[in-house]
């Protein structure tokens, strides 16, 4: 397919993710560029909820987010933002946390984990597990249902979710479903997508690199816990739904990990967004099918949670 034309002017202005020289970064321009948002006004109107709260979990900032008044218990939907675990915050992604409980009708927990370099791996997997498990430990907490919880992630965050989630199911915590966008399932980074589309079209390989190398340097790349698609076994984890763009290098390790899953019996639904980008979803301001995107997502968590 070709290159969408609101793919093709987003190019335009944000030809690469970073557009930095990524070999002369020190750790205080990361912290600084944490602080910026290039695209703050296109991720999406602010919707107002009765309720949005901030705490601590395990050392862990969240933010919890509930559509409507009152303590009855809804469905939680954890949420893992996206960045390459170096950049992107609970703040950044507001808009998107509010939209998600808005669409979904669910309390949404945002999770704002331990971010490389300063935090190798496996602090943002461990982070990320710790606020599922206090979901299903704590529920009253969150005025939640321990029995309808679901993860969801973009990106590096869909890499957090999809650990989250084999992880859930070896402690024994039923998760009722698991959003997985772009994810990145497995550094090695070898697929045609990546080759297809390793420079031109937003995120590229190079970039890719470099988050795993700030994330995981000196990691095994074998290990399930920084690449779940070296899972062995994967039956028996919580039913997925799987987004990728096409014009992404992590599209082809996405669809395998929705392939891996069916095969393990896993029920799972695959969606590719013909001519698109990664990070489409979070930037509706830019992209049209990010609306459908979402659309689908909550439709999918709302009969998981039925």
Same mark, same amino acid.
């Given at each position: ?8 002017? /987003?190019?335009? =202005? ?6 930095? *020289?990524?070999? #002369? =970064? ?11 948002? &290039? ?29 409507? %008044? @009152? ?10 933002? &996206? @960045?390459?675990w170096?950049?992107?915050? !609970? ?18 927990? $945002?999770?704002?984990?331990r971010l ?9 997997? *461990? ?7 206090? !979901? ?12 309808r919880?679901?993860?969801? &992630? ?26 997985? =966008? /772009? ?9 045609? $997508?990546y080759?297809?589309?390793? $420079? ?8 890719? #690199? ?9 990691? *095994?790349?074998? *290990? ?5 698609l070296? =899972? ?7 039913? #997925? ?7 992404? %290098? ?12 069916? &095969? ?39 009969e998981?949670?039925?």
């Amino acid at each position: 397919m070709a290159l969408h034309p609101q793919a093709a002017a /987003y190019l335009k =202005l944000f030809p690469a993710d970073l557009n930095v *020289d990524l070999a #002369a =970064l020190t750790l205080p321009e990361i912290v600084r560029m944490r602080g910026l948002d &290039g695209v703050a006004e296109q991720r999406g109107r602010a919707a107002a909820l009765p309720e949005v709260r901030d705490h601590v979990v395990d050392g862990v900032r969240v933010r919890v987010y509930r559509p409507e %008044p @009152g303590d009855r218990p809804l469905p939680v939907v954890v949420y893992f933002h &996206g @960045g390459g675990w170096v950049f992107g915050s !609970v703040d950044r992604n507001d808009a998107l946390g509010r939209d998600l409980a808005f669409r979904c009708g669910a309390v949404v927990v $945002s999770v704002d984990y331990r971010l490389a370099p300063e935090h190798p791996f496996p602090a943002a997997a *461990d982070d990320a597990f710790s606020v599922v498990r206090d !979901v299903f430990a704590r529920p009253e907490h969150y005025t939640g249902d321990a029995g309808r919880v679901a993860v969801i &992630g973009d990106s590096a965050g869909g890499n957090l979710a999809a650990v989250a989630a084999w992880r859930a199911r070896d402690a024994g915590l039923a998760l009722a479903h698991q959003v997985l =966008l /772009y994810p990145i399932t497995d550094v090695a980074m070898d697929t045609p $997508s990546y080759r297809s589309y390793a $420079s031109g079209f937003g995120l590229d390989a190079v970039e890719m #690199a470099w988050f795993v190398e700030q994330y995981a340097r000196g990691a *095994d790349p074998l *290990d399930p816990r920084l690449s779940p698609l070296r =899972l062995a076994d994967k039956s028996g984890l919580a039913p #997925a739904t799987v987004i990728t763009a096409e014009c992404d %290098p992590l599209r082809d390790e996405g669809a395998a990990y929705a392939r891996e899953l069916s &095969g393990a019996g896993v029920s799972v639904e695959y969606r590719c967004y013909d001519g698109l980008l990664h990070g489409f979803f979070g930037v509706p301001g830019f992209f049209d099918d990010a609306e459908d995107a979402r659309e689908y997502v909550a439709a999918r968590l709302k009969e998981a949670f039925a």
